[in-house]
Structures are given as C-alpha cells and as structure tokens.
Nanobody, 124 residues
Framework: QVHLVESGGGLVQAGDSLRLSCAASGRTGTDYGVGWFRQATGKEREFVAAISWTGTSTDYADSVKGRFTISRDNAKNTVDLQMSSLKPEDTAVYYC?????????????????WGQGTQVTVSS
C-alpha cells in the first residue's frame, strides 16, 4: 500500500506560479510511476503530467505543455509539479497518483493509489 499526500495548493492570480508536492509513504520500496491529474467542478478528472520511476521520461497534457514541469526525488519519496503562467482554466483539485512499474502512465486506470487532492484556484 502506498499513501500519497498532496500539498502546495492555494489561490493565485493569473500569470503566477505555484509548486505542488506529492509525498509518498508506506510501500515505497517498489518501482512506481507517478502522475498528476486534475478535476474541475463539474468535469471529469483529466491527465496533467506523468513521470517514470527513474525520472528520465515525462509526459504532459497539451494544455499544460511548456508551463508545467514534473520532477521527482526518489530519495525523499516526493514528486513535484511546478506550475507557471497559470490561467483561470487551471483551476481544479489536483491529485497525484502512483502506478506500480517503471514506466510513465497517462491513463487513470493504470493508477492504483491516489491522494486526497489539493485545491488550486487561479483568479483572473
């Protein structure tokens, strides 16, 4: 079992930056890919970014490409999402998720473990 806790959300203005962090605990000795997803009010949860176990492979949704950067520190069991040039449409609850394996995964169904989420609100 892997327990995930997100932090770093908040209220910012359009154009600002924010850094989210996902801390993993529990069975962290195995390889796992990590993803960030988000869910806006009234919408389905959508893929944002993902990173492989070694951190050498990353992928992003087109809507955040060039603005968001995912990174991980396996020694600290953390995965961060650096968000820049934020837009009102980035407003959502952001979730991190873990999937057993070495690859990166972009589909929700690939992930076994989910955090509780952190709210990001971007005002115009």
């Amino acid at each position: 079992q892997v327990h995930l806790v997100e932090s770093g959300g908040g209220l910012v203005q359009a154009g600002d930056s924010l850094r989210l962090s996902c801390a993993a605990s529990g069975r962290t000795g195995t390889d796992y890919g990590v993803g960030w997803f988000r869910q806006a009010t009234g919408k389905e949860r959508e893929f944002v970014a993902a990173i492989s176990w070694t951190g050498t492979s990353t992928d992003y949704a087109d809507s955040v490409k060039g603005r968001f950067t995912i990174s991980r520190d396996n020694a600290k069991n953390t995965v961060d999402l650096q968000m820049s040039s934020l837009k009102p449409e980035d407003t959502a609850v952001y979730y991190c998720a873990a999937a057993p394996g070495k690859r990166l995964y972009t589909l929700k169904r690939s992930y076994d473990y989910w955090g509780q989420g952190t709210q990001v609100t971007v005002s115009s």
